[in-house]
């Protein structure tokens, strides 16, 4: 084969695998989901994870909610726990590998039902938790983990968000450690993770991360 011949046959080559990376990637967008609310919510109190293990921390991110409002599934998964935890109701969902968490919420799905993205998963009930004050919910805590590491859920919506100040929603003085740690977006959400595997004491998260 002469040396035209065989750069002809290399750019041939070339030339149909770049054709077939860009059909393969246009293929298969990246399935972004759904918010848990309708309609889209504004976030109350963004993802902050703590600097150590140990340290509390947010673990999810908070998204303004009332009473009784619907809650949906964010996309395909399987109901891994629905039950009362510490005193709130809590659902968690399987989704290949990721697990999604919902508080305070009561539903009406058993353990290893399947739901479908948008299904009704459940509606806000109050209960021990920092989103239930005075009897109102006032927000749902929405979280996401794989593994024993919990991970930012804002990162798998497509909608540019805003954080409201937490003095819109709550009648009390804002403290500093209770600030919203800057403005996630799709674009650009927090990549903070951390893991719960050393949290003895912190039964609700240690035992969600183990779900």
């Known amino acids: 084969m002469s040396k035209k011949s065989a750069l002809f046959a290399l750019i041939t ?115 021990i938790s920092h989103c239930c004050l005075g009897g109102r919910v006032r927000c749902l805590h929405w979280g996401l983990i794989r593994g024993h590491t919990y991970l930012n859920p804002l990162s798998r919506v497509k909608v540019d968000i805003h954080l409201l100040p937490l003095g819109t929603l709550f009648d009390r003085r804002v403290k500093p450690e209770d600030a919203p740690a800057g403005i996630p977006s799709a674009a650009g959400p927090s990549r903070h993770a951390y893991t719960t595997e050393l949290l003895p004491n912190w039964r609700d998260q240690g035992f969600l991360a183990l779900l």
């Not at 070339?14 to 990246?30: N, T, V």
């Not at 109350?44 to 600097?51: I, L, Q, W, Y």
């Open 13 to 127: 080559l070339l030339l149909g695998l770049l054709f077939w990376l860009s059909d393969k990637s246009m293929a298969a967008p990246r399935q972004y989901w759904r918010f848990p609310l309708e309609p889209t919510p504004a976030v109350v109190r963004g993802f902050a994870p703590p600097e150590h293990n140990w340290l509390p921390g947010h673990r999810g991110v908070d998204l303004t909610a009332s009473l009784g409002q619907p809650v949906f599934a964010p996309t395909d998964g399987q109901v891994r726990f629905v039950d009362q935890l510490a005193g709130r109701g809590v659902v968690v969902i399987a989704h290949h590998g990721l697990r999604t968490t919902y508080e305070p919420v009561v539903s009406r799905l058993s353990v290893g039902d399947l739901v479908s993205r948008g299904d009704e998963i459940g509606v806000l009930r109050c209960g």
